[in-house]
């Protein structure tokens, strides 16, 4: 990711000179979190390493719609047509065409950047409810697809990709994606370079630009900027980064399905981005980790569990709409955005 | 081959899923009217009413009729109580703002979608008609049942149109929708107006539900359908406009059970799916924005 922000605005107005690491604090802290995250696989189960592998993905997941919902300010209720797409695209790929992963995985990557492109055209000519529901309607209208094409898509049966799609040799390393430790690595590897990219896109410049139409979108375009243009590239990054996660979910787990492409999907990364802290880089991560757990847990008590996840939308929304990072950044720590 | 059969059958069927379809969408429009909220529990609403409308028919002893009657007072008015304690506790609690709102009903859609699987389980159930007499066509004979539905659903539109044109609770109601600040100013109680508003609105629903569930099985994820249609009917119709969605949910119903019969039901689905979308994005005036106001 090479943002240029050697070009930093000159309304800043603090007369330092361009720096790169925007916020510093906030910087050791994603390091910190690698670390961290890095080091859990030599002291946690294979089983949690697993469950950390799925939060880890799903974590970029809620990455990319925090971008748009928690940055930008719009809220999507379709994302999961995104997390869709990049799972199809390389899926289907890797299982007609026998695509070798990285490049069944940069396809995935390529037609979520597409496909959220276009619709971002389309539905950010709405505002506000509408534009909630667009997303609604083009996503359930692409779930729907990936029924009615069942033939291709395998439907709600989903397709499982053949053995020969599940490994890939790095330098020479044979990479199997059938090994926990080599699972856990890679999405690891992947989420920190998405991590890294979206502290520069959100602490540089451009997360400013993003940050000022959330908080007033006339007042920005009245200092010259065009917003559509902007929320079109918030659309467009939200999209491609929830398709990359959806493209990795695939190849990694090795299986593709409807399900995935369905409105649960768009309601759990908003529940996740809603439930870490919405306009938080850490947010998604956490309320991702805090969810999934909870969800584990109360899965094994009972079938409603996703009950759970309506009490839970119902009560961040009333008493706790900052989330866990935003309280804490409005009470004590204004660095943590 | 005799086409005539097929597409008076067809006409039929869409003519009863239409009037079922026109409840509910009233329902949401009457909704998002008033209060400016878009219900994405709505179709939860009519689910409730179809597996109490099912409770009522299994323990209720005596002929079908009886508890057919029985679910069509006792749903509308669990179902109404629902929607009026959802109403004072959440939305009015959060100030009705826009994504707060559809996050919640979000909340309220898993709940009763949730609760309705604890409690009924996972089984679909189906529900005696309260009466079989058949109707004979040259070609086939016909469910006087669902003629039947067909008549109530016009007759409770009628009614609710009455209650909003001719009735004080409905001038109240029109206030509000008309300018809510004026409203407040003269002393009309937004709050409990919204309140009732939301009730009434989840009422229809439950109606519709209790009507459809001799002719279709109660399940816990029914209400996916009709929300989705609600939508598209809502929309397409004009928000608010009782003449619209009426004219609307004729159109929708027919024409969906003629895509659903000589196609297929998903194509159906995704075509009113982008239809929404697309109305939305190229011609909303009338639909979701207000003179001087953003929806």
Redesign the interface.
Same mark, same amino acid.
């Given at each position: 990711m090479s943002l240029d922000t050697t070009q930093a605005p000159p309304e800043t107005g603090r007369g330092s000179p361009a720096r790169l690491i925007h916020n510093g604090r906030l910087f050791a802290l994603v390091l910190a979190t690698i670390a961290g995250l890095f080091a859990l696989q030599f002291v946690l189960s294979d089983y949690l390493v697993l469950a950390v592998t799925r939060i880890l993905i799903m974590a970029v997941f809620a990455m990319g719609y925090n971008m748009l919902m928690g940055y930008t300010g719009l809220?999507s209720?379709g994302h999961a047509m995104f997390f869709g797409a990049g799972l199809y695209a390389a899926g289907l790929s890797s299982y007609y065409w026998g695509t070798s992963l990285p490049v069944s995985f940069l396809i995935g990557i390529l037609a979520s950047l597409a496909f959220s492109f276009v619709i971002g055209l &389309? /539905?950010l =000519? !709405?505002? +506000?409810?509408?534009f $909630?529901?667009?997303t609604l $309607?083009?996503a359930? /209208?692409a779930y729907?697809?990936t &029924?009615?094409f069942s033939r291709v898509t395998g439907g709600d049966q989903g397709l499982t990709l053949p053995t020969d799609a599940r490994s890939f040799s790095l330098f020479g390393a044979a990479m199997d994606m059938t090994s926990d430790t080599v699972r856990f690595n890679l999405a690891l590897a992947i989420f920190a370079a998405v991590l890294v990219a979206m502290y520069f896109v959100t602490q540089g410049p451009l997360g400013r630009l993003f940050a000022a139409v959330r908080e007033n979108e006339p007042r920005t375009q009245m200092l010259g900027f065009d917003t559509y243009r902007v929320r079109l590239a918030a659309f467009t990054i939200s999209g491609t980064i929830s398709g990359l996660a959806g493209a990795l979910y695939g190849l990694v787990f090795g299986y593709i399905g409807s399900a995935f492409a369905g409105f649960h999907y768009s309601?759990e990364a908003?529940l996740f981005t809603?439930v870490g802290g919405p306009g938080t880089l850490l947010g998604p991560l956490l309320g991702t980790a805090v969810m999934t757990m909870l969800i584990d847990r109360l899965s094994g008590i !009972? !079938? /409603?569990? &996703? $009950?759970i996840? +309506?009490?839970? &939308?119902?009560l961040v929304? =009333?008493w706790f709409?900052k989330g866990i990072l935003g309280t804490i950044r409005e009470r004590a720590l204004p660095w943590l955005k | 081959m005799d086409l005539a059969p097929y597409l008076l059958l067809a006409g039929l069927e869409g003519l009863v899923q239409a009037s079922v379809l026109m409840l509910t969408a009233l329902g949401l429009s009457l909704v998002f009217g008033v209060m400016?909220v878009?219900n994405v529990a709505h179709g939860e609403f009519f689910m409730a009413g179809a597996l109490i409308a099912w409770a009522c028919g299994a323990y209720i002893p005596g002929p079908p009729a009886l508890g057919f009657i029985a679910g069509l007072l006792v749903a509308p008015l669990a179902v109404g109580a629902l929607a009026w304690a959802a109403d004072r506790t @959440?939305l009015q609690?959060?100030g009705y703002n826009?994504? *707060?709102t @559809?996050? #919640?009903t979000? *909340?309220?859609?898993?709940?009763?979608?949730? *609760?309705a699987?604890?409690t009924f389980g996972?089984d679909a159930r189906a529900v005696d008609a309260p009466f079989y007499y058949t109707i004979r066509t040259p070609w086939f004979g016909y469910s006087s049942y669902k003629l039947f539905t067909v008549a109530v659903a016009f007759a409770l539109v009628a009614a609710l149109w009455l209650l909003m044109r001719k009735s004080k609770v409905g001038l109240l109601m029109r206030a509000t929708q008309f300018d809510r600040e004026t409203a407040l100013n003269f002393g009309i109680p937004v709050g409990k107006v919204y309140s009732a508003v939301f009730a009434i609105g989840a009422m229809m629903a439950a109606v519709a539900g209790v009507l459809v569930v001799p002719n279709q099985q109660a399940h816990y994820l029914m209400g996916t359908d009709p929300l989705?249609l609600s939508?598209v009917v809502v929309?397409v119709g004009g928000l608010g406009s009782i003449p619209g969605t009426i004219a609307a949910a004729v159109l929708i119903g027919l024409s969906d059970g003629l895509l659903s019969v000589f196609f #297929?039901p %998903?194509?159906a689905? @995704?075509v009113s %799916?982008?239809l929404?979308?697309l109305v939305? @994005?190229?011609k909303?005036e009338g639909l979701?924005t207000v003179k001087g106001r953003?929806?």
């Open positions: 809220l209720l &389309l /539905a =000519r !709405t505002q +506000g409810v509408s $909630m529901i667009v $309607m083009f359930q /209208a729907l697809a &029924l009615y309601i908003l809603l !009972t !079938t /409603a569990y &996703l $009950m996840v +309506g009490v839970i &939308l119902i929304n =009333r709409p | 400016r878009v @959440i609690k959060i826009p994504e *707060g @559809i996050v #919640s979000i *909340g309220m859609l898993y709940i009763l979608q949730q *609760g699987l604890l996972p989705l939508f929309i #297929s %998903t194509l689905k @995704i %799916t982008l929404v979308a939305l @994005i190229f909303p979701f953003r929806a």
